[in-house]
């Protein structure tokens, strides 16, 4: 997508903070971290946000999700940490590519909303 944000930080047309990266998938650090440990993982193709998973490209949902421990461990989260996707308006989600945030690197509050 040409004018999607995340689909230029994957492309390299906006400067990044990368913490990892293969043929799927991209990881940075959120330019306004709520945690001290604050990082974006998002697939390199676009989806708009979780409502745009289907079986036909689930797989890559999957992968995310055995990239996210490697980097939780790699960023020393040995205590825990959080995964959250925003989808839609009620959920303030502002980036329209499909991002899981890791949360991570203290005590996280126990309500989630
Ligand atoms: P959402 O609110 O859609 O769940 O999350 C979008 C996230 O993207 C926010 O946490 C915001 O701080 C982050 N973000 C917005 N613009 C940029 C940017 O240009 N670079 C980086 N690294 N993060 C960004
Ligand atoms: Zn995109």
Redesign the pocket.
């Known amino acids: 997508m040409s004018d999607c ?1 995340f689909c230029k ?1 994957i492309g390299g047309e ?1 400067p ?1 903070s990368k913490v990892y990266e293969d043929e799927l998938v991209f990881a ?5 971290p709520m945690t001290p440990t604050h990082i ?1 993982v998002v697939p390199k193709a676009h989806l708009d946000s979780v409502d745009a998973v289907t079986p036909e490209n689930s797989g890559v949902v999957a992968h995310i999700f055995e990239v996210i421990p490697r980097i939780a461990q790699a960023e020393g989260l040995v205590n825990g940490y959080r995964v959250v996707s ?1 989808c839609g308006p009620d959920a ?4 329209k590519h499909l ?1 899981f ?1 890791i949360l991570g690197g203290k005590p996280l509050a126990t309500e989630m909303a």
């Open positions: 944000l930080i906006i990044s940075f650090r959120d330019i306004a974006l925003n303030g989600q502002t980036v991002h945030h």
